[in-house]
């Protein structure tokens, strides 16, 4: 079965102290690994997509990069707005099909004190 | 704005009772997602629908079903609940089937169950 472990649960940062969040997997084929971003009380909001180790993509203040057991979300001095709950999800294919089923970890609640 | 809708926002209803919630894909987007979000469990996929046909099933109680209509909106229907059934319920879409797309989550509905 397929396992998503995030750490820390919770991370709370002053501005500017920049920090890494880590997503675990165990998964028999992936075929990507996504990170969100969630407010309280909201959807999930999309950030990153990863598809093979090696892989980086950044997006303002944030990095996402993966290795073959586990993706790393740097966070370069954040500020207050970035504030949220982190979400790692996988993405695998099992028996030679495709599924769009996500896996995701428990998240990682960052709080940024100003 | 994802471009995902769902309604209602909140719902309270009673045990043994039956609701349905409904979400709109963005436009464009053939597949539909159903997660169900506890404080406990976490973010789990329920269900896929692709242009009208189930495509893969996760842990989905038996007394709960979903469909996806011709002009691509989906239902999820939860009938007999139990006060463990209260959660958040998100909807995602995404354009088809290939595993590089990414899913958007509509705000989702609350559902409390007294």
């Known amino acids: ?21 880590n997503c675990s997997y165990t998964v028999s084929g992936l ?18 997509t990863l598809y093979s180790a090696g892989e980086e993509k950044e997006k303002e203040r944030l990095k996402a990069t993966l290795t073959k057991k586990e993706s790393f979300l740097h966070i370069t001095a954040p500020k207050p707005e970035d504030s949220a709950t982190y979400l790692c999800a996988v993405q695998a294919i099992k028996g030679g099909t495709s599924y769009g089923k996500l896996t995701f970890g428990q998240g990682t609640i960052l709080t940024v004190h100003p | 704005d994802s471009g995902v809708t769902q309604t209602p926002k909140h719902l309270i209803t009673a045990t043994g009772q039956r609701v349905t919630l409904r979400c709109s894909p963005r436009s ?87």
Do not use: M
């Not at chain 1, 998503?4 to 500017?16: K, W, Y």
């Not at chain 1, 690994?33 to 909001?45: M, S």
């Not at chain 2, 506890?38 to 896929?48: E, K, N």
């Not at chain 2, 011709?70 to 463990?84: R, T």
């Open chain 1, 1 to 21: 079965e397929d396992q998503v472990t995030q750490s820390p649960e919770a991370l709370r940062l002053q501005e500017g102290e920049s920090s890494s969040l």
């Open chain 1, 31 to 48: 075929r990507g690994l996504f990170w969100y971003r969630q407010d309280p009380g909201k959807g999930p909001e999309f950030l990153f």
């Open chain 2, 28 to 114: 464009g987007d053939l597949s539909v997602y159903w997660y169900q979000q506890s404080l406990d469990q976490g973010l789990q996929f329920l269900i896929q629908y692709y242009n009208g046909e189930e495509r893969a099933k996760g842990n989905i109680l038996e007394r709960f079903s979903a469909q996806q209509f011709p002009d691509l909106h989906s239902e999820l229907n939860l009938s007999s609940l139990e006060l463990g059934d209260s959660a958040l319920y998100f909807c995602a879409s995404s354009v088809g089937l290939a595993v590089w797309e990414t899913q958007y989550f509509g705000p989702g509905t609350r559902l409390l169950v007294l």
